[in-house]
């Protein structure tokens, strides 16, 4: 039998066990604990948020329906038209191609709903149409 050959190696620790890694290791725990501290209050903060959130939910809200989806898109067209002023400037602004676009899907919802709507709903929206068409016409002038 022939004599293996074993190999010597040595183990080195490479591992740096000085004050300098003991401030990181004291670091990192004290970013443990302000990451803790952070996320506590966030979840503090949540209830509150949820509140809000439950307060939203119960404001006098119309039911969402036709009738209020129209009107919807009724008061869009009329602060296009600068008859209302814009909820985000405040101020009357007038954008007629906006106020042509809202008329036009109005006017497709008119004709796409034929026969399935209500006699009142119908009417609503042939009324609705009939006066957002003059006031676009006298803006156009």
Do not use: H, W
Request: charged content about 35%; proline content about 3%.
């Amino acid at each position: 039998m022939q004599e293996e050959k074993k190999q010597d190696f040595t183990v080195k620790d490479r591992r740096i066990f000085s004050q300098e890694n003991e401030n990181i290791d004291s670091k990192n725990e004290d970013t443990k604990k302000a990451e803790d501290t952070i996320k506590q209050k966030s979840k503090e903060s949540e209830p509150a948020v949820e509140k809000k959130d439950k307060e939203a939910d119960q404001t006098c809200l119309p039911e969402i329906n036709f009738p209020t989806f129209i009107m919807s898109l009724n008061a869009s067209a009329l602060v296009n038209l600068g008859l209302f002023e814009n909820p985000a400037t405040g101020n009357k602004e007038i954008n007629l191609a906006l106020a042509k676009q809202t008329i036009d899907i109005l006017s497709m919802l008119e004709e796409k709903t034929r026969g399935n709507l209500s006699k009142d709903e119908e009417s609503m929206l042939k009324s609705i149409l009939y006066d957002l068409r003059i006031i676009y016409v006298k803006e156009k002038k």
